[in-house]
């Protein structure tokens, strides 16, 4: 009889021993590197995005901060021998008795725009998210002034905002009220402009909002019938405080988009009369181009105001869409 002893092989003993101890340790991970095909076909799905954000952002942006540092004119841009003047434009800008009045129409037309797409588009919001017939169908027609083009809208409310031909002089002339000159008297031209706002804002307001209610359920609804609160009491106590957070979102979107609006002001009253509708987007368009002699350097200094606030309310949505994530 043949007997074979079998050697113990050493080499295997080890590779599991060590696998073992690997498998063992905690918090201890084997980093694989990329294959250099993945890594190259990263870069090249990203470069299309970087290009365009440098292209379309970091480049205008330079640029509007150069313009603002310097003395541009119309010869300057040709020869392009525009002397730096550091801060002189800012402070051209800041003592121009135009500052002050455009400073606060930006943040009535900002804050008054807010308050009523907020409040219109939440009530509608409420409104919709009964089960009736039709409710989709309206939905949908609410949201046709958001749909339309800028200049569309803009122009159909310059029409119906006409002192001698406008719908709504009409309106009130029937009931006995006298007419009103919305884009051509000092005290209506803001008020007509923060009207058209509004009425292209409401729906972006009732779709997120809508969404919002939505995702609230109904058994919290339920809950607090059979605990006696009415509809006053449900709606301020559950579907308030549970659309806090899309409720801070929707502002703080609206916010950013408002204190840029440019093209409805200018085509319903070109910031007039007498600078009474002008806020920071038509001062700053005014400065750069319409003048005859243009002033490039304070109208770039004004947009990069409007930059910095933006970019500031920007960075708080960021953060409050991050605490969202997190808790």
């Known amino acids: ?30 980093k694989r590197r990329r294959p250099a095909s993945t890594q190259w076909a990263a870069w090249g799905f990203l470069a299309p995005v970087t290009v365009y954000l440098v292209l379309f952002y970091a480049y205008p942006l330079y640029r509007n901060l150069d313009l603002s540092l310097r003395d541009y004119t119309v010869r300057s841009f040709v020869q392009g021998d525009a002397p730096f003047t550091g801060l002189a434009n800012y402070r051209r800008i800041f003592d121009d008795p135009t500052f002050a009045p455009a400073l606060l129409h930006t943040a009535v037309f900002t804050v008054v725009c807010l308050v009523f797409q907020y409040a219109i588009g939440l009530a509608l919001a409420v409104f919709f998210n009964q089960n009736f017939r039709l ?16 200049i569309v809208s803009a122009s159909t409310w310059s029409w119906m905002l006409n002192s001698e031909s406008g719908v709504v002089n009409a309106v009130l002339h029937a009931v006995g009220i006298a007419p009103v000159n919305w884009l051509t008297s000092p005290s209506w031209s803001l008020t007509s402009v923060i009207i058209a706002n509004v009425w292209i804002g409401v729906p972006f307001n009732l779709v997120v909002l809508y969404s ?111 605490k969202q994530a997190l808790s």
């Open 212 to 322: 919002g209610l939505q995702s609230i359920p109904a058994s919290l609804y339920e809950a607090a019938a059979i605990d006696g609160a009415n509809t006053w009491q449900r709606f301020w106590r559950v579907t308030f405080p549970l659309l806090r957070p899309v409720s801070a979102i929707t502002l703080l979107l609206g916010l950013i988009y408002t204190l840029k609006v440019f093209d409805i002001i200018w085509i319903m009253t070109k910031g007039g009369p007498a600078d009474s509708s002008t806020t920071f987007a038509t001062w700053s368009y005014q400065l750069g181009f319409g003048n005859l002699l243009p002033a490039f350097g304070p109208g770039a200094a004004v947009g990069n105001l409007l930059v910095i606030a933006a970019l500031v309310f920007g960075l708080v949505h960021v953060r409050v869409q991050r």
């Open 135 to 150: 409710s989709a169908t309206l939905r949908a027609l609410f949201l046709v002034p958001w749909l339309l083009p800028l």
């Open 1 to 30: 009889m043949n007997h074979t002893t079998k050697l113990p092989d050493h080499r295997s003993e080890r590779v599991r021993s060590g696998a073992a101890i690997a498998a063992s340790a905690p918090g201890r991970t084997i």
